[in-house]
Structures are given as C-alpha cells and as structure tokens.
C-alpha cells in the first residue's frame, strides 16, 4: 500500500513526485492517480502504482491534491466519507480549506501555494494549515514542499497575497524579461545576444539580492551613478509610474485571489 498519494500527476504534482524520488523516496511507496493514460504510462515506467480511480488512495498517510481548480470536485465527490485521519496536502490554486472539510468532512487540510519554478526545484511555497492539522502534519507538509524551493507558514487568511506576490510573481519577470528582450532588439542587438543579456542579468541580479543584506532599494543605488545611463532609464520609469504599475496590478491579482476563493 502507498504511503503517499497524489491526485493529479501534472507538472506541479510531478515536481513533487520527481523531487520525492530523488530524495530517497521508493517510488513504490507512491501512488498516483492521474486520467490521463500517457502520464500514467509515465508513472509506470518511474516505478509507482497508477489508477485512475480516485477511491484507490485510501490507506494513504499523505495525500496530495494537484489537479485544477474546475477539477477539485470531481476529484473529491467519490471520497466522501473515505478519509479520516490522512493529511491532504492541497496545492490547488485558489481553494479554501473549508471547501475541502465541505466535501470530506473534519480531514486536516494544509493549503499550499507554490509558483512554477517548483518544476526546478526554485519554487517559492506559502503554506497554510487547516484548523485540524497536527503539529507533525504540518511539518511533514513542509518537508514535503521545501524540496522544490523555500517555504514560509502563513495564516490562510494571507494566502490572496501570496498568490498575487509569488504565485503570479514569476509571470511578471517573465513580462519584465519579454520587455527587456524587445528593447534590445530595437537597439539592434541579435536575438541570440538580448536573450542572453536578459536572461543573466536577471539571474544575477536575483542571486546578488537573495545573498546580500542590503534591501533592494540600497542596491539599486548602487548601480545608479548620478548623470548616467541608469539614472536615465530609472527617470523614465519614474515619470511612468512604474511603481505604482506594480502596486496596483499586485493589489488585482490579490482580489482576483479572493474573488475565486469565494466562489
């Protein structure tokens, strides 16, 4: 029997499952339920049990629901009454843990918000407990998630903000990075070195203020020497109101998150 299910062998759960497995974790200690045959066959060859019958978790310790929002109640309706003492470690954006206790009664939930570099192992993780989630629940959520990045503990309450500063956060470096890109074709750069500008620049700019302890405000005087170049570029973004930009589409994103939450 599995020790550890997921519903929902996707990208996210797969970043878990990959991450689990080399850590240590016997394959054959995991189970994934997936509809999909082509992910199944993929599981197969991996070494972990398959279904496509969601009841085919019970005897699971922990498990693991990856699958997408319009997807959730599907996925639970068939386990009503099936779960009692199981964690469910939920990475399902959006859904409030009372929705799950709605579908499967007093279960302890850990609500989890994760961004796409998970799939690399450099993900960002918030999560939440469930009013019903031990001590020791909680910290083997956590062991679970930290290995595809950081994590921090959050009141659920705070998870709208999460999602809008982490969750959506990598979509707008990669807007960020789009913009440089087309800057420097413009300029008259190949596409080949733009790419290349762009791409180490903010990998080292993120390493440089991940390793220092200056906030990002000191560092970014540091690279503005008054008269020049960046000094110039940062006049503009001023003047367009590039701050307020952020804060404002930070601020939507938060209330899109809670809008869908109460849904």
């Known amino acids: 029997m599995a020790s550890l299910a997921f519903i929902g062998g996707g990208a996210m759960g ?5 991450r689990l497995i080399a850590s240590g974790t016997e394959p054959s200690d995991m189970l994934v339920v997936d509809l999909s045959p082509e992910l199944r066959a993929e599981y197969d060859a991996l070494g972990l049990a398959t279904s496509d019958d969601v009841t085919s978790i019970a005897g699971a310790e922990v498990v693991v629901i990856a699958v997408k929002p319009q997807h959730l109640v599907s ?5 009503d009454g099936m779960l009692a003492d199981e964690l469910i ?10 929705e799950f206790e709605r579908h499967l009664g007093p279960v302890a939930v850990v609500r989890c918000m994760p961004n796409t570099p998970a799939l690399i192992g450099r993900g960002m993780t918030a999560l939440a407990a469930g009013e019903h989630v031990s001590h020791e629940q909680f910290d083997r959520a956590k062991a679970i998630l930290a290995l595809v990045g950081a ?4 009141d659920e309450a705070d998870l709208d903000a999460v999602t809008a500063v982490s969750g ?4 707008y470096v ?3 990075a789009e913009s440089m890109m ?3 074709r413009e300029l008259g750069l190949s596409e080949a070195v733009g790419q290349l500008l762009v791409e180490q620049t903010l990998v080292g700019a ?3 203020l991940a390793d220092s302890d200056d906030p990002p405000d000191v560092l970014r005087v540091r690279v503005t020497s008054p008269g020049g170049t960046t000094q110039e570029a940062l006049g503009v973004f001023e003047r367009e109101d590039f701050t307020g930009a952020v804060r404002r589409a930070i601020a939507a994103a938060a209330r899109r998150s809670k809008e869908l939450g109460e849904q």
Do not use: K, N, Q
């Open 174 to 176: 990669f807007l960020l």
């Open 151 to 154: 994590i921090v503990s959050v």
């Open 89 to 98: 470690v939920s990475v399902v954006a959006g859904v409030p843990t009372r």
């Open 206 to 208: 993120s390493h440089l």
């Open 182 to 184: 087309s800057a420097a």
């Open 14 to 18: 797969g970043s878990i499952i990959r």
């Open 168 to 171: 959506s956060g990598p979509a």
């Open 75 to 79: 996925a639970l309706g068939p386990l």
